[in-house]
């Protein structure tokens, strides 16, 4: 089955503490995104890659950072800076960034304390 | 750039009645319009897009949306709302041209009562 892949389901940390969300996908997409959400706020766009070995902050890059080694995987890391980590995280990939069809993840529930 | 509001936060619908989101758009030029749905602690599933030509479009679920160039909508639509259908739905838009990643709005609650 082709389709994005996000583990584990839901993770809990202690403040302070990095943490790594994993993002997979097995479209043979190109673009990669990932975003947050909270109650009311809609989706907001944290990072997004065009392709391996690059990617661009979105709206609200501060205290998080991405990696793009190979074109399957796009995992996302919320580091000790992000001031309010706790959210629900979806990733999503694309044939190509711009204006295509984004296919999501389940999302990841963090809850940090 | 473009930018896209859902008016409504939350609406609530009887089983059975007919039902239409709002979703109004800024472009200056022909947009790419979706709408999405997502169900609690769920991702997001596509109900359908709008790319050109017929501006009447079917999607998935019984769902169809208009778009409407002189009011920079793309309402969704369907007849008759199922108790499943309750959940978030996600309007966005995208630039004709360039690599600019969609841009959503904030959604739109759907409750069904009985």
């Known amino acids: 089955d082709g389709g994005i892949t996000q583990s584990p389901k839901y993770l809990f940390r202690k403040e302070g503490q990095n943490v790594t969300l994993s993002c997979e996908q097995n479209l043979n997409h190109d673009a990669m995104y990932w975003y947050r959400q909270d109650p009311g706020q809609g989706l907001r766009l944290i990072y997004y890659?065009?392709?391996?070995?690059?990617?661009q902050k979105g709206d609200i890059a501060e205290g998080y950072s991405v990696s793009r080694e190979k074109k399957e995987s796009f995992p996302l890391t919320v580091t000790s800076a992000q001031k309010n980590p706790t959210a629900f995280y979806l990733c999503a990939s694309a044939v190509q960034t711009g204006a295509y069809e984004q296919y999501f993840g389940p999302g990841t529930r963090l809850t940090v304390t | 750039a473009q930018s896209v509001t859902q008016p409504d936060i939350h609406i609530t619908v009887s089983e059975g009645a007919s039902l239409e989101l709002r979703c109004n758009y800024s472009y200056g030029a022909t947009p790419y319009l979706f709408w999405y749905v997502q169900s609690p602690g769920q991702g997001l599933q596509l109900l359908l897009k709008?790319?050109?030509?017929?501006?009447l479009v079917q999607g998935i679920k019984g769902f169809e949306a208009e778009f409407k160039r002189s009011q920079s909508s793309f309402n969704l639509r369907k007849p008759s709302v199922h108790w499943s259908d309750a959940a978030e739905y996600f309007c966005?838009?995208?630039?004709?041209?360039?690599?600019?990643?969609?841009?959503f709005g904030k959604g739109t609650r759907l409750s069904v009562i009985a």
């Open positions: 709008y790319f050109s030509g017929d501006t």
């Open positions: 966005a838009v995208g630039a004709h041209s360039g690599n600019t990643p969609l841009v």
């Open positions: 890659s065009q392709i391996v070995n690059d990617f």
